[in-house]
């Protein structure tokens, strides 16, 4: 959701990218192929603006708001969720998984994600609504994702703690980052500020990065831990 990146791996925080929206009033490129740079436009933005100071930062639809506020909690959710990803990607690839294009693409939705939230339906214009909205077809994705893993593993008997190796913890992480996010977004669907395909794919990313943690461990041949109550 930044004007400046070149490769989805190098991604931009998703509430700096807000600021940048507020000041620039220009367009912008997403991960996705929607485009909001302004052609013609070279000049690089600056990273600090200055304009948060006070402890306010602006949403899409040029809100002012505290950054206390429940959308710029949510967007850090979010963008602390990529992160989490982005990390678990990186032992992942160490490891030679072939499952990481899907989570640089997970990624680069999360910013289409952000871009959602950051455009509370009570201060947007139709232009604003339609160039964030979010669709159901990233949640087909995933359930088809999560389909083809489990098709492959075992049976899940048992409870299974976080574990199986640093690729498969690190993706538990990212999980259990996920599932504070969506905690964070579901009050703003439930007000009808933000699309509800959004909280769904929240949803069923949480599902999706548990099941690959579990591939993980099992093509790394490692053992996952099962819950035993202590004597």
Not at 103 to 122: E, F, M, V, Y
Not at 151 to 171: D, H, M, Y
Request: include cysteine; hydrophobic fraction near 35%.
């Amino acid at each position: 959701m930044a004007s400046f990146i070149t490769k989805p791996a190098h991604l931009r925080c998703v509430v700096m990218t807000c600021r940048l929206l507020s000041v620039h009033r220009t367009r912008i490129t997403l991960c996705s192929d929607r485009s909001y740079v302004t052609e013609g436009d070279n000049k690089v933005p600056k990273i600090y603006t200055k304009t948060g100071d006070k402890g306010f930062s602006s949403t899409f639809t040029g809100e002012r708001r505290p950054k206390e506020d429940h959308i710029f909690e949510a967007l850090g959710n979010t963008d602390e969720l990529s992160s989490a990803i982005g990390l678990a990607r990186e032992f992942c690839l160490d490891k030679g998984h072939t499952f990481t294009d899907q989570l640089d693409k997970i990624q680069c939705i999360l910013q289409d994600i952000g871009s959602n939230i950051a455009t509370p339906r009570s201060s947007a214009r139709e232009s604003h609504m339609k160039r964030t909205k979010f669709t159901a077809q990233p949640i087909a994705d995933l359930e088809i994702w999560i389909d083809k893993f489990t098709e492959e593993l075992p049976p899940l008997t048992n409870f299974i703690l976080p574990s199986g190796g640093k690729s498969s913890a690190a993706l538990h992480i990212a999980r259990t980052v996920c599932r504070r996010a969506e905690r964070s977004v579901a009050p703003i669907v439930r007000s009808g500020e933000a699309d509800p395909e959004v909280a769904k794919f929240l949803n069923r990313l949480s599902d999706y990065l548990f099941t690959v943690a579990r591939y993980a461990a099992m093509k790394e041949s490692n053992e996952e831990k099962i819950y035993t109550r202590p004597q």
